[in-house]
């Protein structure tokens, strides 16, 4: 589907969706967040089949939305796991002290002294490499 995951939250709540009359038949109205506007090209002579169709898509799009937050959550944990295998890479390394915590900040630049000191490194050294940035 080519909706963003903002379009597909409001996509997946019934209250989004509405059927207008034309005069002639019945068409499929729906708000992505800008308000009401036509969703579909299909027009049907009974607003049941209309109904229809937008009760077969409601379902749809939560499924869609759900797959796309489960998939983003788990890139997310697989990502963490890499760095934390890399980081114990660094560890193992035959490297000084200050090396691996220069290679580590590398890695990641967000990381703390003490997530640093966590992994078995020695706090004074630590301590002293991030007075001296």
């Known amino acids: 589907m080519n909706f963003t995951n903002k379009e597909l939250e409001y996509l997946s709540n019934e209250v989004n969706h509405k059927i ?3 005069g002639f038949e019945f068409m499929w109205f729906a708000n992505k967040g800008n308000g009401f506007e036509l969703h579909s090209i299909m027009k049907k002579d009974i607003a049941k089949k209309v109904a229809a169709i937008i009760n077969f898509w409601i379902p749809k799009y939560k499924k869609e939305l759900s797959l ?3 998939n983003s959550e ?4 697989v990502k963490e796991v ?18 691996k915590i ?12 003490s997530e640093i000191i966590s ?11 991030f007075s001296n940035l």
């Open 119 to 129: 992994y078995g490194l020695p706090s004074k050294s630590v301590y002293r490499y």
């Open 74 to 77: 788990r890139r997310d944990m």
């Open 68 to 70: 796309r937050v489960y």
């Open 82 to 99: 890499m760095l934390e295998v890399e980081m114990f890479d660094i560890l193992k390394s035959n490297v000084k002290t200050s090396k």
């Open 20 to 22: 207008r009359f034309d």
């Open 102 to 113: 220069e290679k580590m900040l590398n890695l990641s630049p967000t990381i703390t002294a």
